[in-house]
């Protein structure tokens, strides 16, 4: 069974501080890893992905990704976090194959102080 | 491309009640997800359908059962609705389900209040 654990229900940084929220996975097989936002009142958007090409992933918005097999890790970082990073962020991890399901993190909610 | 279109916003409905939720995906997206999400049980898959048949199930009760129609449209129904099922439910499409080339894409949502 696969699952994933995001370290940290709520971070906050400040603006122009860096951005790391953390994912842990676990799966049977080499997985496919996501991170999501939401926005409030809004449904998720995707940031990045990991398919298996390049482990160090680059997403929208200034985000980027490295996967770590040997820590099953996949943690996001920002190198500078702007006000309207402040969202909820998920992690998620799938097998792929058609007919799986997304699962999903418990979601890591991120405040940007000025 | 529009993206993903859920119907209606916004839901009050009294327990015992039934109810039933629509999603339009993205344009040639043939594969729908539906998912619950609750400030408890965070995101949990509930199915997917692709080419009309449901090829995934989550853990919920049979209450909770899905279509999906020739156009990839979608709908989602609860019955005898619970107050634990107030909820925002997401739709979510891929093309085909192969997340490797076409990752999940999310509406933003219906949000049900069980009263």
């Known amino acids: 069974a696969q699952s994933v654990t995001q370290l940290g229900s709520h971070v906050s940084v400040s603006e122009g501080a860096l951005v790391l929220l953390r994912c842990n996975y676990s799966s049977s097989v080499p997985p496919y890893l996501f991170w999501y936002v939401q926005y409030p009142n809004q449904g998720l958007q995707l940031l990045l992905k990991y398919t298996s090409a390049a482990t160090l992933v680059k997403g929208i918005n200034g985000f980027e990704a490295e996967f770590k097999k040997s820590e099953t890790s996949f943690h996001l970082t920002k190198p500078s976090a702007h006000m309207s990073d402040a969202a909820e962020y998920f992690c998620a991890v799938t097998k792929g194959n058609y007919g799986q399901n997304f699962v999903f993190g418990p979601g890591t909610r991120l405040s940007v102080l000025p | 491309k529009a993206g993903v279109t859920q119907t209606p916003r916004y839901l009050i409905k009294t327990r015992g009640q039934q109810v039933t939720l629509s999603c339009s995906p993205i344009s040639g997206h043939r594969s729908v997800s539906w998912y619950q999400q609750t400030p408890g049980q965070g995101l949990q898959f509930l199915f997917e359908y692709f080419s009309e048949t449901q090829r995934n199930k989550g853990n919920f009760p049979g209450r909770f059962s899905g279509r999906q129609f020739s156009n990839s449209r979608s709908e989602m129904n609860v019955s005898t609705l619970e107050l634990g099922d107030s909820a925002l439910y997401l739709c979510?499409?891929?093309?085909?389900?192969?997340?490797?080339?076409?990752?999940?894409?999310f509406g933003n949502g219906t949000r049900l209040t069980v009263t």
């Open positions: 979510a499409s891929s093309l085909d389900g192969d997340f490797s080339n076409s990752p999940l894409h």
